[in-house]
DNA sequence: CATGAATGAGAATTCATTCAT
DNA sequence: GATGAATGAATTCTCATTCAT
């Protein structure tokens, strides 16, 4: 008579598969095609049970950008380890760029704006922290040119972001091979940020 | 008694007054917000009146995403003469950034994922165009370490892009201030790309 | 406490309801006449409400129709029985008129040019195939000079359909009684299609 | 200086031009597609133009049914003489219904029902009294069992009538061949109403 | 005579949200 | 916890008609 899974669980599960729900029409269709009864209708329930895990619309459309934020920081994550702090930077960027293609509906979840009214709860708060854990490193270990470890990891940001979707928001576009572009850019822009290596002389 | 303007000029007068008021609109509700009723409201007009300039809503939308993109072209086009190469494109960079971060929406909205309709497909096509031309000046030049003009319009682009929407997606998040980052990654990013000076000595 | 009527049966009463009203606006004004609006405020109900019942409104219209020719083939079926295969027709056929003079709109409706949606084409198939039937048994019956019961059934649909939608297209014309012209057509034609009686002398 | 076709001409050849485009529309599209914007669309003039020909959308199709009627009146007008009352009458229900075949937009604008309020002004009089008198004579001549013209006339602008309407509405129906129809419909109608050839014996 | 601008009403349809059951 | 019925407002768009020019 006890059920399988306990309530709790049975809930979250349901929930999470209605955000994964959303994400996906929310990645597809954008903000104009979105609706809780396209929702409602691909997860064969009614549009009411929605308001039973989400109190409107605009709240689980919070919810679907902090899960795809979530997945990104995962796959920062599981970088493996690199021999210098110039590698490592460099697989971190392909990573980030390669997660954004790989699932170019999360990617723009993440990075979309749901609502008119700006609000303070979509930072990207865990996947840029551990950037800048490992610029603050760097810094340490005196790789950068600066010491500013907050511009350093927000340029690199903005780079890897800007890479990112303009490949996925423009695919027609007749791009150089994306791995040309990933470390053409990679390269310039560290080697711009890093120090100088002493010459040998 | 003859008219003061004349019928076209009237008509151009009123097309550009509705592109005005439509871009205003849209640059402050964005892209959910934006109504031909509103528009037709604030132009104290009827919603119909819209559909004698303009198709359609996507129509109206595209004439101004269109204008935005003109003036984008222009304010490039507009750079005062730089000393130098780097100049110019820390300049263009500047620009670029700055034009995104004051029609935000318009801006979102050139890059916003196509719709179903794909007539409606803004592509910033032009500016592109210049910057191409600029660089490959640079690569005439011997400017720049490589010669393929292409790559490195591209993730020029690329950075200038993702500095510009993240600071749009992202208004809250506690950044670093405007010009540092502009500056900071126009340099790095440059820095990479250019021919090391000679040392002379 | 338990409500009086179970939720299948109050839902299959409202659409019904919906079907009767749509039905008698329908009728009233025609085709072009016809608006979702005018049912839903007879309904009392909003316009929404009408799309949880109807997907459309052809959806609503196609109902209407088929409703009035299910009506149809039910007074063909309750027709009385006759003395011979001569006059069941003539009853046939003065049926087949009456309903159509009875639901002018409906009729017209059924018969109307096929919309460019073509899945709102209504056939009364179902009626014509009764038809049939009763000419093949008199075919089989020897009472037809003619064995062909396709032929036969086409031209006495056709001869019916003639009366009835001339008599709903032009109520204005100086008509004879309908009696009358029910009545000799129905002579006319049957005589010419059945076998001369054997002059028995 | 003077115009080629002086001032009236050229009034009526625009006027015969915009029924002959709303015609063909109204016959197309049916009652709902028809709008005066279309017709003036396809006649490349503003719409307020056909204003100065017709006082309304109502007065426009007026007079589009009335044109199809004279064309078909003109048609019913060129048969050619025949042997006997008979053929007459076989010959007139062929021209009839291949009229309305060959000129389905023509027909069916003829036999529609512009407007809601019926008005006196669509009566089919010429080509009714056409048939009427074709009918007067052969009752003159005996060749009918009845005496009463209108009667007659009447019944046999119903078959004719019924027959072409249906061939067009229904299209895709499988009809027999059309000539056997014809000749069937009006065989067995005219040997229903002719008085019976004396048996020669 | 002809135009084109303008209107206001009305059309179908979709949507987020609420609530009794 | 879940449903499905219901709403009312908002959306885009079309149309017949009028009128100054």
Known sequence: ???????????????????AVASEEFGRRGFEGFSLRKVAQKMGCAVGTLYLY??????????????????????????????????????????YVEFG?????????????????????????????????????????????SNDAEVITQIIWASMHGLTSLLIARPEFPW????VLIDSLSDALLTGLFRAKPQSH
Chains 1, 2, 3, 4 share one sequence.
């Open 176 to 179: 150089e091979p994306r791995n």
């Open 1 to 19: 008579m006890s059920p399988k899974q306990p309530r709790a669980a049975k809930r979250a599960s349901f929930e999470s598969d209605i955000i």
């Open 101 to 145: 293609l790989k699932h170019p509906h999360h990617y723009r979840c993440a990075f979309a704006q749901p609502s008119p009214t700006p609000s303070a709860k979509y930072q990207p708060h865990a996947a840029f922290d551990l950037m800048r854990e490992k610029v603050k490193a760097g810094v340490r270990a005196g790789v950068f040119q």
């Open 54 to 95: 989400f109190d409107s619309k605009e709240d689980l459309l919070h919810a679907v950008v902090e899960a795809s934020f979530r997945a990104l920081l995962e796959s920062l994550r599981a970088l493996p380890p690199a021999n210098s702090a110039r590698e490592m930077f460099r697989n971190a960027f392909r990573a």
